[in-house]
């Protein structure tokens, strides 16, 4: 049977258990951690443009004329009177509501009321 001697000044296995371990010991163990080298990825289409970003919140304007709900953008319309049409169908039907056509160019606001109830 062979017996393995311990080195000088270095305590054994079991007396290393029972030991509390201490900020030295963790600190001597950060030493000898082995660097990881990091891989980035290749960027394959560098040359070509970055695609627009579009957030969430805020939707592309197509036309000069904006619908809007409480003051929220619904939609673009090219033509005043397309607008219109779309705002009285919306007032028609949720008569409580806001409904104005905004003006991007000229920068006024046309509310939208309901039509008049015959009877």
């Known amino acids: 049977m062979v017996t393995l001697s311990q080195p000088p000044g ?3 296995f079991e007396s290393r258990l ?4 201490t900020a030295k010991d963790i ?4 030493k000898y951690m082995a660097t990881r ?7 394959e289409n560098s040359e070509q443009e970055p695609e627009e970003m579009l957030s969430q ?5 197509r036309g000069r004329f904006l619908l809007q ?3 929220q953008t619904k939609g ?4 005043s009177e397309a607008a219109q049409a779309a705002a009285l169908i919306i007032k028609k039907k949720y008569p409580i509501v806001k409904v104005s056509v905004y003006d991007s160019v000229d920068n006024s606001s ?9 009877s």
């Open 10 to 12: 270095r305590p054994s």
């Open 18 to 21: 029972q030991e509390p371990i």
């Open 27 to 30: 600190s001597k163990k950060e």
């Open 37 to 43: 080298q990091m891989k980035m990825p290749v960027k």
């Open 57 to 61: 919140s805020k939707r592309p304007e």
């Open 69 to 71: 709900v409480d003051r």
């Open 76 to 79: 673009s319309y090219a033509t």
């Open 110 to 118: 046309m509310l939208v009321e309901a039509p008049a109830a015959s």
